[in-house]
């Protein structure tokens, strides 16, 4: 049974930044891309940034390019998503997810590509 336990979310000031864990078990980590997306109060979950198996491509939403950095530890089975310069459009839970093979190959950004799911992680930004 796949398990996503996340950790790292929280409360930061506008401008500040936080690092979000994503820790995998129950599944040969590294031959699956991960990503990460955020859902905002009201809105629909959308994709943040993914990763592929090696590491070697990464992909990011526009709103988030240049200030989050998606890496991974396959020794550690951990995904990360790094993010600076916070904003507080920024406010969402945040999920990480294992993604299928188009994920493993090409970091895809589409959220059918996913199928497993974190609990999600709380980060609100405030001004």
């Known amino acids: 049974q796949v398990r996503l336990v996340q950790s790292g979310g929280g409360l930061v000031q506008a401008g500040g930044s936080l690092t979000l864990s994503c820790a995998a078990s129950?599944?040969?980590?590294?031959?699956?891309?991960m990503g990460w997306f955020r859902q905002a109060p009201g809105k629909e979950r959308e994709f943040a940034a993914a990763?592929?198996?090696?590491?070697?491509?990464?992909n990011y939403a526009d709103s988030v390019k240049g200030r989050f950095t998606i890496s991974r530890d396959n020794a550690k089975n951990t995904v990360y998503l790094q993010m600076n310069t916070l904003k507080s459009e920024d406010t969402a839970v945040y999920y990480c997810?294992?993604?299928?093979?188009?994920?493993?190959?090409?970091?895809?950004?589409?959220?059918?590509?996913?199928?497993?799911w974190g609990k999600g992680s709380q980060v609100t930004v405030s001004l």
């Open positions: 990763i592929s198996r090696g590491g070697d491509r990464t």
């Open positions: 129950g599944l040969t980590f590294s031959v699956y891309g």
């Open positions: 997810a294992v993604g299928n093979q188009i994920v493993a190959a090409s970091a895809s950004t589409s959220l059918s590509s996913y199928w497993s």
